[in-house]
């Protein structure tokens, strides 16, 4: 019988192909030279004849994709009325608006949708192309797991997106990747009120870092979290932006609202918060009692004192199924000093991020405090 998974790193591999009709997932890994137009024409014709495709996968990245070449390929594009994954990756090209539209009208033609990846990190696309994608993605109620990175774009995020992110209440698993766009309070307020409608998500993944957000766009994401209480893993990657200690403390009341979750990722570095925010999200993360699996960072936010990293150390200490404990470090780290923490009995496996500390001395100071962890099992640095 023949085979109806098939991979293609080469346009004239596939339209070779003898057995198309019969293929359920095709996977076209096709970074290994340049295409012309007349190429993408060619495949995307003979693509319609794959009626029976149900995964659908697309890497072209590195090729400087403008909008002809979208169009010369999503033009000819079927419907495909079985299709329930697609994976297409098209980062570091030169992709506008234009060729967001002919993108957006392959995508509205997908209405079995389950599993929607896109990547279009660092492209050419303004706010208007955003608006349009989210828009079409939002209108396919059938999707259950998206993956959307649009990190360094030309995104400047205002009150407009409001409209743009009506994002489907039947979602299970959302990674929004917006990093590097200079977006502000209000674009991430929008992006709250879109994800408090999204109450069945167990996985939640936010790349916002390096952006300008403080305690008001912040506070709009914890206000969201609050409403999902199934949530089983959480990653909030804000790091490098503005947020003071009244945004840390939203974020930590949220936290204890989450109350299943297992396995969270919080990297906070490179902000302006203290004590007071620490205090609350130690606070907030003690409610999390069945979390086995935690990354953090929050380096260089410089008025952490002792105080809060020893309150921080605390919580680490009673969580009762911390299993995995991931630390990033920079310089003067404070973490992993307290003896609430190294007479943890619960962490089996610690991992040391060490590479933006710059001493060998402290690196190993921090070593060996690991070491000193009771029942620890695994050092990882």
Not at 88 to 107: E, H, P, V
Not at 364 to 369: C, I
Request: aromatic residues 10%; positive net charge.
């Amino acid at each position: 019988m023949q085979k109806q998974n098939k991979t293609f790193k080469y346009i004239k591999d596939f339209l070779e192909f003898k057995n198309k009709r019969q293929l359920t997932k095709i996977n076209l890994a096709l970074d290994n030279y340049p295409i012309e137009n007349e190429e993408l024409i060619d495949l995307s014709l003979q693509l319609c004849v794959c009626s029976k495709i149900k995964l659908f996968s697309l890497s072209l990245t590195h090729k400087n994709l403008q909008e002809d070449q979208m169009l010369s390929f999503f033009g000819n594009l079927q419907a495909y009325k079985i299709l329930s994954t697609i994976w297409f990756d098209f980062k570091y090209n030169r992709i506008s608006n234009k060729g967001i539209s002919f993108l957006a009208q392959f995508l509205i033609k997908c209405v079995n949708l389950k599993q929607l990846y896109i990547n279009l990190h660092s492209n050419n696309i303004d706010i208007n192309g955003a608006f349009e994608l989210l828009n079409t993605i939002s209108s396919i109620k059938s999707i259950q797991s998206l993956e959307i990175m649009l990190g360094e774009n030309k995104l400047q995020l205002e009150s407009r997106v409001v409209q743009v992110c009506n994002l489907s209440n039947s979602l299970t698993s959302l990674h929004i990747g917006l990093n590097q766009n200079s977006i502000t309070d209000k674009g991430v307020q929008a992006i709250g009120v879109a994800l408090s409608s999204c109450i069945k998500l167990n996985k939640l993944e936010l790349y916002f870092y390096s952006n300008k957000i403080g305690d008001i766009g912040v506070s709009a994401i914890a206000s969201s979290l609050k409403k999902l209480t199934l949530l089983k893993k959480l990653k909030l990657s804000f790091y490098k932006n503005m947020i003071q200690d009244n945004g840390i403390e939203q974020i930590g009341q949220a936290l204890s609202y989450c109350t299943y979750l297992t396995n969270l990722a919080l990297y906070l570095n490179d902000n302006q918060f203290g004590d007071k925010g620490t205090f609350s999200l130690a606070e907030g993360l003690s409610h999390c009692t069945d979390i086995k699996t935690l990354k953090l960072s929050l380096f260089n936010n410089r008025q952490i004192t002792n105080e809060g990293y020893q309150k921080f150390d605390y919580c680490l200490q009673i969580l009762p199924d911390l299993y995995s404990l991931k630390f990033y470090f920079s310089n003067n780290e404070k973490l992993l000093k307290s003896k609430d923490l190294l007479n943890c009995s619960n962490i089996r496996i610690l991992t040391l991020d060490l590479q933006l500390c710059s001493l060998l001395s402290e690196k190993n100071q921090h070593k060996r405090n690991a070491l000193k962890i009771r029942r620890l099992v695994i050092l990882n640095c």
